[in-house]
């Protein structure tokens, strides 16, 4: 039955361009009901072919969400590989997805049960995200297919990340009650016009060229030329040759040479130009617009908490670097994820999947500052990052 459903997810939000909580809802509830703390070998496989390294995202059934054991095994091959390899190609075996997030419900359970090492996830998650930010040699990333959370965090920090036109980006942790993170608060910031302010608030769902656009991707190619690409990646004698050969591909692209639809509108730097959540709030509503409206009313089903933690991050996000701001994140979730409104989140949408979380405080203009600054309190066993 799993399965079935994770085929009509993963095939409706192929279908659709609108946006949808509900969608996003779906994706979230997909990745986090049929992830488990067990991985086997073949969950990701790593193969060196020639002087390359390439990982592979091997669990198609799960839109090969990330487990702690999956995590273990890629910062282990891409610490070998960092003085053998010309460079790393990270892909995906299924279609539908690179990576549409992590273990989070296991998380919770972990919390649930009193579990002291719950923030064992993230803590090697986010090591292996900095590697990737740091690593001495580059890293290509097919990010064909739905590409969330998680699946941001293994490929937004290399060098090169290659999108299709069946590409789905978004970040979409407010609907739960979590934060934007995996480094969000280093990358959003540093997105032009206000765009990383409106994914934080929003999830919206960015597909295709507009990752492009919006410098998410550095690179575009078509999806029946993806295996042609991986061929000629793989046929490369060394890394010299890869920015030409990704470039070649972005330009021979047939999206590049027609009209298609964007789902970046004209006015999101101004609309979202405003520091606070309540300040983007009051501009949609004073711009009255049926999508500034939308908008309005897409942010406000998110956690209000959620939002006010994922606003301060941003704004400091600005004057750190890579490690500052995975430091941070972690520090945040320290209490987030035990007693912020990431367990109601998770049982609404997740669990019980009544789509009515309880969130405590319910209202925006409830939620004090003093409790925003009992979040960014350092851990008590502060994440390490060498």
Known sequence: MCNKYALF?????LRTRSIRIGVLAAGIQLVKKMTTSSATSSDVLFETVGN?????LNRPKALNAVTLPMIKEITSHLQAWKSTAAFVL???????AFCAGGDVVDVMQKVTRGENDWSDFFRLEYAMNHLIGTYPIPQVALIHGITMGGGV??????????ATEKTIFAMPET???MIPDVGATYFLPRLKGNLGRFLAFTGHRLTGYDLLRAGIATHFCDSDKIKDLQNDLLAL??????????????????????????????????????????GVI?????????????????????????????????????????????ILEFDVLQKAVPDGDCREGIRARLIDKDNKPKWNPSRLEDVEDSYIDSFFVKAERPLEIH
């Open 9 to 13: 997810v993963a095939n409706h939000m």
């Open 52 to 56: 390359k390294g390439v990982i592979t």
């Open 90 to 96: 990270m892909r995906s075996s299924s279609e539908k």
């Open 153 to 162: 965090g293994l490929s937004i920090h290399g060098k090169y990340r290659v």
């Open 175 to 177: 609907l739960i009650g």
């Open 237 to 278: 004698k060394d890394a010299t040759g890869l920015e030409k050969l990704l470039q070649n591909y972005t330009e021979s692209s047939a999206m590049k040479s027609t009209e298609h639809e964007s789902s970046l509108n004209s006015n999101i730097e101004a609309l979202f130009r405003e520091d606070s959540v309540e």
């Open 282 to 326: 009051s501009t949609l509503e004073s711009d009255g617009s049926k999508w500034a409206l939308e908008h309005r009313d897409t942010i406000r089903k998110m956690s209000p908490t959620a939002l006010k933690l994922s606003a301060r991050l941003f704004n400091e996000g600005k004057n750190l670097n890579l490690k500052e701001a995975l």
